[in-house]
């Protein structure tokens, strides 16, 4: 599911206007990246968790020469399931290909 499809989903389900579904939805995800810029985790109770996780300065290596290079410190935002959406996944079958 791409961004358009849940703004179709939250309209259709909300019974709101697709425009209406877009700002709802817009403002939602604005709203965990502020959340996780100011304090580092957002909490949604049975979904689950966005947290602001470290990465320490590494050493790596170019792929193409080999050669070694450095990888500098970064914050990444990460999300850890809630076991109301863990249970609901795993109760869905798995489609057959």
Same mark, same amino acid.
């Given at each position: 599911?791409?961004?358009?499809?849940?703004?179709?989903?939250?309209?259709?389900?909300?019974?709101?206007?697709?425009?209406?579904?877009? $700002? *709802? #939805?817009?403002?939602?995800?604005? =709203?965990?990246?502020?959340?996780?810029?100011?304090?580092? $985790? *957002? #909490?949604?109770?049975?979904?689950? =968790?966005?947290?602001?996780r470290t990465r320490t300065a590494r050493e790596g290596r170019n792929p193409r020469t080999?050669?070694?290079?450095?990888?500098?410190?970064?914050?990444?935002?990460?999300?850890?399931?809630?076991?109301a959406m863990k249970d609901a996944v795993n109760k869905t079958k798995k489609k057959s290909?």
């Amino acid at each position: 599911m791409n961004r358009q499809e849940l703004i179709e989903k939250v309209s259709s389900k909300a019974e709101i206007t697709k425009v209406e579904a877009a $700002k *709802v #939805v817009g403002a939602t995800l604005d =709203s965990i990246i502020e959340g996780l810029e100011a304090d580092g $985790k *957002v #909490v949604l109770v049975g979904f689950g =968790s966005f947290e602001v996780r470290t990465r320490t300065a590494r050493e790596g290596r170019n792929p193409r020469t080999g050669q070694k290079i450095k990888i500098a410190a970064s914050r990444t935002p990460a999300f850890k399931p809630g076991k109301a959406m863990k249970d609901a996944v795993n109760k869905t079958k798995k489609k057959s290909k």
